[in-house]
């Protein structure tokens, strides 16, 4: 089976601004979580609003070697789990997909069992899968890993309700238990749940097929098992908020006036009243936001924490919205502390960035100069794709691949912006197989 991936280079020349508008897209942490979902019901289910990025495409390769049909085009994703067939989920684009961890709880709702590779993804530092094993045993399951894969298996008895406890806040595990739960025999109690607004988009969708699920969106979730999840209308995921965020964040750097539509503001509040304090000029609609740019801004210190707090998955795309400030910001982030590796990349590009005792602080940088740097993940890619358009002359992002994975048609995006830049195939003679 191949994979959907290609080399690819950024090359953005520096000194341009942003102006326009800009329409956010569907969620990627929904999007990757709503697929999984799908192989739950009992018939085809439709999504709108689904993010034309590389994960997409390699979660269709994944259905596909399930025997499951389906179909992407403007927006829409059409999935047909109806002829599903029981098979060990391999490496290949398991390896290259750190969200195809939801197939875990996913294939365990529906069969009882699971042969999943073990996930890849992003390299932002450990992410344990303890706390998703410690749900999937408490319903019943027995979990062995060995070869570089979990081996999840259930009794005659099937999957049972349980009360669990997280010993701490994990989208992935709550995401995960709650994929099992859903067709399991009795009552289940997730407390300590992560609420998100992705795990609330992922409970509507459900909900809408007959589960009977309460409490998504707060720390304790009620699940009570149903036979059988049905899809009667489209299931329209919600916008992006870490792509808002990141466009708010370049608007208010390098702007001259941008509007953010498509926007849920209550899902950003931690961040955007991080750009107030910041002294960013911002008007607040009910679903889009404006940016005027050009401010003298102040120095800020970042914390992330779970939702509702500041997200981990926008610090480093307000990193160089930090670089315009007065003097120190500081970053600290508490989930994932490793997530520095934009920070070499930056300083090579001039930027005042250093980090420390897992706090990262930020400078006032006004010599950025292009070079060529790397996008090691999303986030980080992003980030300097931002420090790119403040800094003068040319800069060529390698592993650009990596940004495409998280942001939509970001070349057009920036294009209604006012901004150009180009993507460059390194490799054409890779299989592309959807």
Do not use: C
Not at 107 to 120: C, K, N, S
Not at 208 to 231: F, H, P, W, Y
Not at 243 to 261: D, I, R
């Amino acid at each position: 089976m191949g994979i959907y991936r290609k080399m690819k280079k950024m090359i953005i020349r520096g000194g341009q601004k942003l102006s326009g508008e800009v329409t956010i897209g569907g969620a990627k942490n929904s999007t990757v979580a709503l697929i999984p979902a799908a192989i739950l019901a009992d018939t085809p289910v439709t999504f709108d609003s689904v993010p034309d990025i590389l994960d997409v495409h390699n979660l269709m390769l994944i259905l596909r070697s399930m025997n499951v049909e389906s179909t992407f085009s403007h927006g829409e994703l059409y999935v047909d789990p109806t002829k599903i067939k029981k098979v060990p989920l391999p490496g290949g684009a398991i390896k290259s997909l750190r969200a195809s961890y939801y197939f875990m709880g996913a294939l365990l709702g529906r069969f009882g069992e699971a042969v999943v590779g073990f996930p890849g993804g992003d390299n932002i530092g450990p992410r344990p899968i303890d706390q998703h094993i410690k749900g999937f045993e408490a319903l019943g399951a027995t979990v062995i890993e060995k070869n570089d894969a979990v081996h999840i298996r259930t009794g005659e008895e099937g999957l049972h309700g349980a009360r669990i406890f997280f010993d701490i806040v994990s989208v992935g595990a709550t995401i995960n238990v709650l994929l099992a739960a859903v067709k399991a025999k009795g009552t289940t109690v997730i407390e300590n749940a992560a609420k998100e607004p992705e795990i609330v988009d992922l409970a509507t969708f459900l909900n809408n097929m007959g589960a009977q699920i309460r409490g998504a969106g707060t720390d304790v979730i009620r699940i009570k098992g149903v036979e059988s999840l049905k899809a009667t209308n489209t299931h329209t995921i919600i916008p992006d908020r870490i792509e808002a965020g990141t466009y708010l964040s370049f608007a208010a750097a390098n702007g001259n006036g941008v509007l953010v539509k498509n926007v849920i503001t209550e899902h950003l509040e931690p961040f955007i009243a991080k750009l107030v304090e910041m002294g960013v000029y911002l008007e607040v609609n009910e679903d889009s936001i404006y940016v005027k740019g050009g401010e003298e801004l102040a120095p800020v210190t970042v914390k992330t924490a779970p939702f509702p707090g500041f997200a981990t998955d926008l610090q480093q795309p307000i990193t160089p919205l930090l670089m315009k400030a007065r003097g120190n910001s500081k970053i600290i982030d508490t989930l994932y502390p490793e997530r520095v590796k934009h920070i070499p990349e930056m300083q090579r590009m001039g930027g005042k960035i250093s980090s420390s005792n897992g706090v990262i602080t930020v400078g006032h940088s006004d010599s950025l100069q292009g070079t060529t740097v790397e996008a090691s993940e999303i986030r980080a890619g992003v980030s300097l794709l931002g420090l790119a358009l403040m800094s003068r002359g040319t800069t060529t992002i390698i592993k650009a691949e990596n940004i495409l994975r998280g942001y939509e048609r970001i070349v057009e995006k920036l294009r209604g912006l006012s901004v150009d830049i180009q993507i460059i195939e390194k490799n054409d003679d890779l299989k592309k197989q959807l």
